[in-house]
């Protein structure tokens, strides 16, 4: 479906006379400081949450244990373990979802901190379309895009384009 759209737009664009370009936004993506650092303090955040579970899942597998192993234990102290045990897994379920799951922090910590990157990348491929007068600019890494001649390709021109704005 994706591959026969690609061909009515081209087509629409050929008829039209169109001028047509592309970018390699994985490339750009690769590239770019900005990206590194933004994946780098997520990795860190994401630590951080991983070692919260795990101190949670510690303190589930040590109320476990202490209902396992305790032979003497009486039936009030035994329900208020079973209590607290399932307190616990219910909190760690929780926190596992509202971090990891859709639409959790990780994936909002992402779009925060990625978004501007990628609005400073569609502006600067505005500002080359513009100049340079294309009306069309397709993105390879989307894997819709069969076939490009390299001269399409202004990859390199929002790569320059971005360093330049990063040393104003």
Known sequence: MKLL????????????????????????????????????????????????????????????????????????????????????SIELQEFLEYIFGPGGLVESRNEELVSPIVANINEAVQEISREEGYDIVFDTSAGVVIYVENALDITNAVLEKLSVRGED
């Not at 061909?7 to 590194?36: H, K, P, W, Y």
């Not at 994946?39 to 109320?63: G, N, P, V």
């Open 5 to 88: 759209s690609l061909i009515l737009m081209m087509v629409t664009c050929v008829i039209f006379a169109q001028t047509i370009a592309v970018i390699d936004s994985d490339r750009i993506f690769n590239t770019m400081g900005e990206v590194a650092d933004a994946k780098e303090l997520l990795e860190t955040e994401i630590e951080e949450w991983e070692a919260h579970a795990d101190s949670l899942q510690d303190e589930i597998d040590a109320i476990q244990t202490d209902l396992d192993y305790t032979m003497v234990m009486s039936p009030e102290r035994r329900r208020s373990r079973e209590v607290l045990l399932e307190e616990k």
